[in-house]
């Protein structure tokens, strides 16, 4: 793993390696969601995008943060 400039860990894998996986979000608003990883490649998300690319790109759908 890496590392953010802000010192947390930084998910480099490739989404394709965790496929099997759900990811739980959990916004600033207090907004949280579950979903499965294979369902964001099934949208169109390429599957060697690096999961911390994932993560950046999501916005709220409560308040678009």
């Known amino acids: 793993m890496s590392r ?5 860990l930084k998910p ?5 390696y965790v496929a099997t996986a759900w990811l ?6 207090g907004h949280a969601t579950s ?3 294979s369902d964001l490649i099934a949208a169109g998300i390429p599957r060697e995008t690096r999961c ?3 993560i950046d ?3 709220c759908s409560d308040c678009s943060a």
């Open 57 to 59: 790109r999501l916005r």
């Open 12 to 16: 480099v894998s490739p989404i394709y």
């Open 35 to 37: 979903l499965p990883v």
């Open 52 to 54: 911390y690319q994932v």
């Open 4 to 8: 953010h400039l802000d010192s947390s």
């Open 24 to 29: 739980r979000v959990r916004c600033v608003c």
